[in-house]
């Protein structure tokens, strides 16, 4: 079984990625950390706990992070998830309990903990957390098995500026120090997750279910999609963060390339940037495994298998 970690700030579409990861055996699903991003972190906190509820996993570990980026005030995005980050759900207050530790002791504990290279971190949201981590305990760069991270973009451009996407716009101090950490990432970029899109049949797939998952996850999903269908003019919207999770499970379904990707920390114009060298004409290392394309009727034929496994 894999070990996994998953960084998050829920938000509809984390929601959907805890939920397969949930539904995957494949997976040791160490804890959950949560940081603030879409929705401050008092509610992706509440939130990660409802989802645990949801699967029917009141014994998963949820660890709360930070509640603001390294460096500057929190920017959050409730004009696409809502004033709660999962609205269109109806899920009661959570049973599931949140641990003690904080997310960045938790994250920190366990890499040192297990073997060299055990560890897979999914990241969902702003990079504040392992960020931290890196930067109070360096040596555990080399301990990460990978980190795989929904975050950037290139020719797709960006979502909460022209140049940036949002987790690292939130956070592009925390961003950097990963990129520049020597830990081997998978990056799943706008220009890979717009074209995982839920159209309206999908969604009703979910609902077809029968399953209480399968209807939260139709109905959560109905209401984010609504602010990208009319931006983009799509059926459907960018079901960015379950990329992250169906890549560890079917990387086939994935196609992309190593580059060399520097993160913009200073320019007011274009800050929080994934300068992705698609082309190599920079001559950087390589630093990340950088997705492009995937197979979209793939990847929803993964995902709705496995969610009708859940209550
Ligand atoms: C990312 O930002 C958030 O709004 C989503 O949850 C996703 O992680 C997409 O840019
Ligand atoms: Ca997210």
Redesign the pocket.
Known sequence: MQKLIIDT?P????AVAILLALASPEFDLLGITTVA??VPLNLTTVNARKICDLAGRTDCLVFAGQDRPMARPLVT?EH??GRTGLDGTDIPPPQTPLQDTSAVAFLIDSIRENPAGAVTIAT??PLTNLGLALKKAPEIASQIGQVVM??GGFFEGG??TVAA???IFVDPEAADIIFRSGVPIVMMP?DV?HKVLTHKKRINSFAALGNETGRQVANMLSFSERFDENKYGTDGG?L??PCTIAWLLEPELFSGRHCSVVVETSSELTLGMTVIDWWQVSGRPHNANVMRDVDDDGFFKLLTDRLSTLP
């Open positions: 700030d938000g509809q579409d984390d991003g879409n995005a696409v998830h969902l949201g929904m975050g979502n909460i996407e949002f987790n706008l997750t960018p960015h963060d």
